[in-house]
């Protein structure tokens, strides 16, 4: 039980999604005002109880985005955050809510994404990866498909080090789908076969459509707040054991190692903080913006050794049914990702915390993980989370 466990006296609180998918005619502000609204409304509470607020904007989309987003949703808040670390800004907003939360700051903090990336027809927002300028000026000039061409060198290096096969990350791509035909919101649940994946075109070698994440509109929102005050709120609340941040380069050609990625060093510091270790977590959740990523993370966070992610996924081993659930919403490769899918994480966690995923639901979840990864392979941002 979470109460084994070292408790920092935060949780979450409330959790909700915008309309995903294929969102026309909303704008970034409307679907997090979706999110937000129904998120507030699932922990119970009103609007006038957020005194803090975070978000990170889609890559070039608005500036002060924590400041535009409180005007728009009419919040004077006491906390204000717009750190921006890729896919995984929101968990590292959980940490940040918890810290401010713990100093008095605030005690009530909503944390928001949302992207028309689909609607805007754009993959890499203008200029992410263009700039000649530090610390593109080894890639930019060369015109490699950023981020694309970033995870394919780690694929790559990957499969040159370790034996890795192309089917083995196929079987990521298709237990992933497997979730996502369980999970009614998922935009892509057809049945998806290794041949499948490896029958689709090259986008960047080693790496197949299936592969590749979605490009789709779509918002989130998670209430975070005290523990002592989440137990009186509407739903179950879902305590914050562990977290930890960090960042190792920000283009590819800085990255120390491309097949050891600083989740490294974010796991070993939140399992500590949460007196857990990987063997305890009951369900996984890890940014999926390419099969790589996740063979990568479930390496560094310490659930199989290095080299050996390729044989801990096969034969299905993540799928329902499997023995490792993992990406149980169907994850950024077939139910959602809206520009940075790492909010998406942390709402997929809780819902199964809470018993709420239907025929997705791992029974006697009471631990788990959420483990965010941004621009190339670049920040990671590890929480872990137990029911109360």
């Given at each position: 039980?979470?109460?084994?466990?070292?408790?920092?006296?935060?949780?979450?609180?409330?959790?909700?999604?915008?309309?995903?998918?294929?969102?026309?005619?909303?704008?970034?502000?409307?679907?997090?005002?979706?999110?937000?609204?129904?998120?507030?409304?699932?922990?119970?509470?009103?609007?006038?109880?957020?005194?803090?607020?975070?978000?990170?904007?889609?890559?070039?989309?608005?500036?002060?985005?924590?400041?535009?987003?409180?005007?728009?949703?009419?919040?004077?808040?006491?906390?204000?955050?717009?750190?921006?670390?890729?896919?995984?800004?929101?968990?590292?907003?959980?940490?940040?809510?918890?810290?401010?939360?713990?100093?008095?700051?605030?005690?009530?903090?909503?944390?928001?994404?949302?992207?028309?990336?689909?609607?805007?027809?754009?993959?890499?927002?203008?200029?992410t990866y263009g700039n000649p300028e530090p610390p593109w000026q080894f890639e930019a000039p060369y015109g490699p498909p950023l981020p694309l061409a970033a995870y394919a060198m780690a694929a790559r290096r990957h499969m040159?080090?370790?034996?890795?096969?192309?089917?083995?990350?196929?079987?990521?791509?298709?237990?992933?789908?497997?979730?996502?035909?369980?999970?009614?919101?998922?935009?892509?649940?057809?049945?998806?076969?290794?041949?499948?994946?490896?029958?689709?075109?090259?986008?960047?070698?080693?790496?197949?459509?299936?592969?590749?994440?979605?490009?789709?509109?779509?918002?989130?929102?998670?209430?975070?707040?005290?523990?002592?005050?989440?137990?009186?709120?509407?739903?179950?609340?879902?305590?914050?054991?562990?977290?930890?941040?960090?960042?190792?380069?920000?283009?590819?050609?800085?990255?120390?190692?491309?097949?050891?990625?600083?989740?490294?060093?974010?796991?070993?510091?939140?399992?500590?903080?949460?007196?857990?270790?990987?063997?305890?977590?009951?369900?996984?959740?890890?940014?999926?913006?390419?099969?790589?990523?996740?063979?990568?993370?479930?390496?560094?966070?310490?659930?199989?050794?290095?080299?050996?992610?390729?044989?801990?996924?096969?034969?299905?081993?993540?799928?329902?049914?499997?023995?490792?659930?993992?990406?149980?919403?169907?994850?950024?490769?077939?139910?959602?990702?809206?520009?940075?899918?790492?909010?998406?994480?942390?709402?997929?966690?809780?819902?199964?915390?809470?018993?709420?995923?239907?025929?997705?639901?791992?029974?006697?979840?009471?631990?788990?993980?959420?483990?965010?990864?941004?621009?190339?392979?670049?920040?990671?941002?590890?929480?872990?989370?137990?029911?109360?």
């Amino acid at each position: 039980m979470a109460s084994q466990h070292s408790s920092q006296g935060i949780a979450i609180a409330g959790v909700a999604e915008s309309d995903l998918g294929s969102v026309p005619g909303k704008t970034i502000f409307q679907l997090q005002m979706e999110a937000a609204k129904a998120a507030i409304e699932d922990a119970g509470l009103e609007k006038s109880d957020i005194d803090g607020v975070l978000t990170a904007a889609p890559f070039n989309s608005m500036h002060m985005p924590s400041m535009a987003l409180s005007e728009y949703l009419g919040i004077q808040p006491s906390y204000s955050d717009s750190t921006i670390t890729g896919g995984s800004s929101f968990e590292t907003h959980v940490g940040h809510a918890m810290a401010a939360i713990q100093a008095g700051l605030c005690t009530t903090c909503l944390i928001t994404y949302g992207s028309t990336q689909k609607s805007d027809r754009s993959r890499n927002p203008q200029g992410t990866y263009g700039n000649p300028e530090p610390p593109w000026q080894f890639e930019a000039p060369y015109g490699p498909p950023l981020p694309l061409a970033a995870y394919a060198m780690a694929a790559r290096r990957h499969m040159y080090e370790f034996g890795t096969t192309s089917e083995q990350l196929a079987e990521i791509a298709v237990a992933t789908r497997k979730w996502a035909a369980l999970n009614p919101k998922a935009y892509t649940r057809d049945p998806l076969s290794i041949d499948d994946v490896m029958n689709s075109p090259i986008v960047t070698d080693p790496l197949h459509r299936y592969d590749c994440c979605l490009v789709t509109d779509g918002g989130g929102a998670v209430i975070v707040t005290s523990l002592e005050r989440a137990r009186d709120l509407k739903k179950r609340p879902v305590a914050v054991l562990g977290f930890a941040d960090t960042h190792s380069h920000m283009g590819i050609s800085q990255m120390p190692d491309l097949v050891r990625t600083a989740a490294g060093i974010t796991g070993p510091k939140a399992f500590g903080m949460a007196g857990v270790k990987p063997s305890d977590i009951d369900v996984t959740q890890i940014y999926d913006s390419f099969t790589i990523t996740v063979m990568l993370c479930l390496e560094d966070l310490g659930f199989c050794a290095k080299g050996e992610a390729g044989a801990f996924v096969s034969g299905q081993r993540t799928a329902p049914g499997g023995e490792f659930a993992l990406n149980t919403s169907g994850g950024g490769l077939s139910y959602c990702h809206p520009g940075m899918f790492g909010i998406f994480l942390i709402i997929e966690a809780v819902r199964q915390l809470r018993g709420e995923c239907g025929d997705r639901q791992i029974p006697s979840a009471n631990l788990t993980l959420a483990h965010g990864v941004g621009g190339v392979l670049s920040s990671h941002a590890t929480l872990i989370l137990g029911g109360e």
